[in-house]
């Protein structure tokens, strides 16, 4: 699939096929992708636990619910909990001048042994890291790029994806994570048994977030473009207008999975 084809075709998953297994080399893919995602000091922020639902206690699987994750959890063959790591300072000092050598950071911009001892690591870094605010908010922005990025990814392997939330306390206590690792979500994956799920969901133009220069300058679409984007996939038909094909859509699957409605 091409990428921008990608982009416009996911969706968050709320019906999956529950007895078609996810191939494991699929799963491979979904985490090398995150693993190649762009992250500072090469420092590995994102964390994964991958778990298989009919692998998981029943009472364990329905404790780890929240009101917003129900049915879809259910249904989901794979579940991958993600953290973040707030230890992603240890060992950087050892990483950036590895980066120099290999001439990823260069002497053009400044960098060399030295000024990593000096400036980069204890100044930036290690200041980050241990900001009571900036170091959580750094593995946030770190971790949240891998995680999309394996959603591309499940995608790409024709496969559906949801981020949902789930019981933190208990999912630390199951899965046996670290204290030095942040939860973030659940990432749901198996097939999909809802299509297209009733069209792309409804987004703003781009110039009610976007702007050019300073705020107020409102970044506008250049309608040749935005009908480049449809044709390539990436902007698709909306859900506005089909709610009653949903709808029945639904109700459909409703019947087959003997779900109230």
Excluded at 106 to 125: F, K, M, R
Excluded at 159 to 174: D, H, M, Q, R, T
Excluded at 215 to 230: H, I, K, S
Aim: aromatic residues 10%; charged residues 25%; glycine residues 8%.
């Amino acid at each position: 699939m091409e990428f921008k084809q990608v982009v416009g075709t996911r969706r968050t998953t709320r019906f999956f096929e529950p007895n078609k297994p996810v191939e494991r080399a699929k799963i491979q893919a979904i985490l090398e992708a995150a693993n190649r995602c762009s992250r500072s000091v090469n420092a590995d922020y994102a964390k994964a636990v991958v778990c298989y639902r009919d692998e998981m206690d029943p009472e364990v699987l329905e404790a780890m619910k929240t009101p917003t994750t129900t049915v879809q959890y259910d249904l989901a063959p794979v579940a991958i909990y993600w953290f973040g790591d707030t230890e992603f300072h240890v060992g950087a000092e050892g990483r950036l001048k590895h980066l120099f050598d290999l001439g990823a950071l260069a002497p053009t911009h400044g960098w060399s042994h030295s000024y990593v001892e000096e400036v980069a690591y204890p100044q930036v870094v290690e200041g980050i890291a241990k900001d009571p605010v900036l170091g959580p908010w750094m593995v946030n922005v770190e971790t949240g790029l891998a995680m999309c990025q394996a959603m591309l990814a499940a995608v790409d392997e024709g496969l559906g994806v949801a981020l949902s939330a789930y019981n933190f306390a208990l999912g630390k206590e199951i899965l046996k994570v670290p204290d030095t690792w942040i939860p973030m979500w659940v990432m749901l994956v198996g097939y999909s048994a809802e299509g297209d799920a009733g069209g792309q969901r409804p987004r703003n133009p781009l110039s009610a977030n976007y702007f050019e220069g300073q705020v107020g300058n409102p970044f506008n679409e250049d309608p040749a473009v935005t009908q480049q984007l449809r044709d390539a996939g990436m902007i698709q038909e909306s859900m506005e207008g089909r709610e009653a094909q949903r709808r029945q859509q639904i109700r459909e699957l409703a019947d087959r999975f003997g779900l109230p409605l």
